[in-house]
T-cell receptor, first 114, second 114 residues
């Protein structure tokens, strides 16, 4: 059973601070990693994806991947109240038959305090 | 613009009834997925399809079925609705099997089984 673990939170940060969201996964052969944001009552929307070890930056968001430690994180710089949402980590397992579907973590609820 | 549409948005049904949730995408994606989302469980995969006439069971497929007769549609059927199937259901699609391409989600269907 492939597992994706996230701290459920809530994680509270003041406006303007850096929010750090973490995710670990069990399948060592996993190749693709995604972060989704989900506002209450809405559907998940893709924020970032990362395939290679290291950092990937997109605006205020940075995804970090460490395959040796089976760890992926999302940093949100200059956090805004509009960033308050649940953040879902999703992982695609070892390439092979039937492995293209994403396994999601339970999500971390982020609250940015004005 | 391409989109993925779910209907109905809300549904209340009685235990034992057959229910079908519709999902229609205009992305022309081969891959389509059904997830359910429950508090404490996150998003869990029910069924998925990699193309016309292809269907596969996910993590929580018992009591559900799907059929794929064309590229655009993947209806989800609850053969005999149970209270445990009260949930929010999301349909999603993705473009490619390679490297787990990102999912595009519909707006969700909130199903209540009384």
């Amino acid at each position: 059973q492939k597992e994706v673990e996230q701290n459920s939170g809530p994680l509270s940060v003041p406006e303007g601070a850096i929010a750090s969201l973490n995710c670990t996964y069990s399948d060592r052969g996993s190749q693709s990693f995604f972060w989704y944001r989900q506002y209450s009552g809405k559907s998940p929307e893709l924020i970032m994806f990362i395939y290679s070890n290291g950092d990937k930056e997109d605006g205020r968001f940075t995804a970090q991947l460490n395959k040796a430690s089976q760890y992926v994180s999302l940093l949100i710089r200059d956090s805004q109240p509009s960033d308050s949402a649940t953040y879902l980590c999703a992982v695609v397992g070892t390439p092979g038959a039937g492995s293209y579907q994403l396994t999601f973590g339970k999500g971390t609820k982020l609250s940015v305090i004005p | 613009d391409a989109e993925i549409t779910q209907s109905p948005r809300h549904k209340i049904t009685e235990t034992g009834r057959q229910v079908t949730l519709a999902c229609h995408q205009t992305w022309n994606h081969n891959n389509m997925f059904w997830y359910r989302q429950d508090l404490g469980h996150g998003l869990r995969l029910i069924h998925y399809s990699y193309g016309v006439h292809d269907t596969n069971k996910g993590e929580v497929s018992d009591g559900y079925s799907v059929s794929r007769s064309n590229t655009e549609d993947l209806p989800l059927t609850l053969e005999s609705a149970a209270s445990s199937q009260t949930s929010v259901y999301f349909c999603a699609s993705s473009e490619s099997e390679e490297w787990g391409s990102p999912l595009h989600f519909g707006n969700g269907t909130r199903l209540t089984v009384t």
